[in-house]
């Protein structure tokens, strides 16, 4: 499992490295509307093991026992969802300033080529990892 994972990440790496950076890809919101844009990052995050986890695992871990459960929870995932908010704001923020920066397909290929190079130096490590 380990070594296909690493060849995974080097495919992806090669893929990448290779990818023509004049290909855009210029369908920015794909004529989505705000409110499906929405409903796709709602269905993306619920879906994350990350966020399962921190709802099973994490945050009960916060919750008294002798209080309102039901009520504590509610309080938790509101903070949790407002953090989220924050989180995906910021990536929304740096998405756009990095959109000019990658407009120019010079650009584009220095960034393809540092990402392939993290991708496959992740495959390698994980390849060559030992089990301790």
């Not at 919101?29 to 093991?49: I, T, V």
Request: proline share 4%.
């Amino acid at each position: 499992m380990k070594v296909g994972g690493g060849l995974y990440l080097l495919w992806l790496a090669f893929q990448l490295w290779t990818a023509d950076p004049s290909d855009a890809g210029n369908e920015a919101l794909g004529g989505k509307s705000l409110f499906q844009l929405a409903r796709q990052e709602f269905l993306l995050a619920a879906g994350n093991p990350k966020a399962i986890l921190i709802f099973t695992a994490f945050l009960p871990q916060f919750v008294d026992p002798t209080g309102s459960i039901g009520f504590q929870f509610l309080i938790l995932g509101v903070l949790f969802l407002m953090l989220e908010w924050v989180a995906i704001a910021g990536y929304a923020f740096f998405g756009k300033a990095l959109r000019h920066w990658l407009s120019r397909p010079s650009m584009r290929r220095l960034f393809n080529r540092v990402c392939a190079g993290l991708l496959g130096s992740a495959g390698i490590g994980l390849i060559l990892a030992r089990r301790e």
